[in-house]
């Protein structure tokens, strides 16, 4: 019943920036904590950034820090990550997903978006 649409992936030349948008329907939005995860090409998946339900608590992957910023409007049902100072290493399909219990635990993200295509040319 809970679905994720993301928007906001494409090409993007190295040092620029993208803002991904994953809009939340079929549940109570407030209910979920979100994150984002990403996986590039012959790579497993890994965490990038997810956020507490009411959004009082943040915590992003190392190699992220100080470039991307994950945020979510639950007026709007809707979680963000902006993407600033992109670099090529961060060409990867980004998922966004939501949590029904902990932020923290990536077991804990029971629904997942379809992905979108983020592409860092050097």
């Known amino acids: 019943q809970v679905q994720l649409v993301e928007s906001g992936g494409g090409l993007v030349q190295a040092g620029g920036s993208l803002r991904l948008s994953c809009a939340v329907s079929?549940?109570?939005?407030?209910?979920?904590?979100m994150g984002w995860f990403r996986q590039a090409p012959g790579k497993e998946r890994e965490f990038v950034s997810a956020?507490?339900?009411?959004?009082?608590?943040?915590y992003d992957a190392a190699s992220v820090k100080g470039r991307f910023t994950i945020s979510r409007d639950n007026a709007k049902n809707t979680v963000y990550l902006q993407m600033n100072s992109l670099r090529p290493e961060d060409t990867a399909v980004y998922y966004c997903?939501?949590?029904?219990?902990?932020?923290?635990?990536?077991?804990?993200?029971?629904?997942w978006g379809q992905g979108t295509q983020v592409t860092v040319s050097s």
């Open positions: 997903a939501a949590s029904g219990r902990t932020y923290y635990n990536t077991a804990d993200y029971n629904y």
């Open positions: 079929g549940g109570t939005f407030s209910s979920y904590a």
């Open positions: 956020i507490s339900r009411s959004g009082s608590s943040i």
